[in-house]
């Protein structure tokens, strides 16, 4: 009976993480991550192609594991479109499987999908939690953008080690199809990070 009762409370109190969805490389096709996904493990750096879109649903945890070489993490890249849009009582959680070793960044390069207010349409990540990440060479925050204007509205982007956000417009004229309009940085929750914003682009509303 003690050996059984012991097995009971190991049982209990630890629980290895289990994944029900595991992603990396390129996402070539219209993809969804719904709870019944959830956590979804990212084992690499993930690429949503031009032209494809990657909807993540209310209550969706996205786990990030440490990359081999901790010098910088696994991130995901949007060059096509990103609809990661939670609630409040249900927020999509962009984390860390350990908090010691930060991931990446969400990267929203210039051929990703401007949000257009008119119409609703295009790259949004709103109610989301964002944390423990910042761990990318090129955008120096979780969330990145490079002559992207997608909607960052209502998140906690929290504990990360470079900064909340950065918005950049490319050096490099060769990578810059468009010089697009403004991007909107509304009500979020910025915090406990190295930097807030850090922002060099040619319009926005923060």
């Given at each position: 009976i003690?050996?059984?009762?012991?097995?009971l409370?190991?049982c209990?109190f630890h629980?290895p993480?289990?994944?029900?969805?595991?992603?990396n490389?390129?996402?070539?096709t219209?993809?969804?991550?719904?709870?019944?996904d959830?956590?979804?493990n990212?084992?690499?750096?993930?690429?949503?192609e031009?032209n494809?879109?990657?909807?993540?649903?209310?209550?969706?945890?996205v786990?990030?594991?440490?990359?081999?070489?901790?010098?910088?993490?696994?991130?995901?890249?949007?060059?096509g479109?990103?609809?990661?849009?939670?609630d409040?009582?249900?927020?999509?959680?962009?984390t860390?499987a350990?908090?010691?070793i930060?991931?990446g960044?969400?990267?929203?390069?210039?051929?990703s999908?401007?949000?257009d207010?008119?119409t609703?349409?295009?790259?949004?990540?709103?109610y989301c939690?964002i944390?423990?990440?910042?761990?990318?060479?090129?955008?120096?925050?979780?969330?990145?953008t490079?002559?992207?204007?997608?909607?960052i509205?209502?998140?906690?982007i929290?504990?990360?080690i470079?900064?909340g956000?950065s918005?950049?417009?490319?050096d490099?004229?060769?990578v810059?199809?468009s010089?697009s309009?403004?991007?909107?940085?509304?009500s979020?929750?910025i915090?406990?990070?190295?930097?807030?914003?850090?922002?060099?682009?040619?319009?926005?509303?923060?």
């Open positions: 003690k050996q059984a009762l012991m097995l409370i190991v209990l629980f993480a289990v994944y029900a969805l595991d992603i490389g390129e996402i070539s219209d993809s969804r991550w719904t709870t019944a959830s956590p979804v990212i084992t690499g750096d993930v690429r949503v031009r494809i879109t990657l909807i993540i649903d209310p209550g969706v945890e786990v990030f594991q440490s990359a081999p070489d901790t010098s910088q993490g696994y991130s995901l890249r949007i060059d479109t990103l609809i990661a849009r939670g409040q009582l249900e927020p999509v959680i962009f860390s350990d908090r010691s930060p991931w960044a969400i990267i929203f390069s210039d051929t999908i401007d949000w207010q008119n609703s349409t295009g790259s949004v990540v709103e939690v944390e423990y990440g910042g761990n990318e060479a090129n955008g120096v925050a979780m969330i990145s490079f002559n992207a204007m997608p909607l509205a209502r998140n906690a929290r504990f990360g470079s900064s956000i918005a950049f417009v490319s490099d004229p060769a810059i199809f010089l309009g403004k991007i909107q940085i509304i979020n929750q915090y406990n990070n190295a930097t807030g914003i850090l922002f060099a682009a040619e319009g926005g509303v923060i």
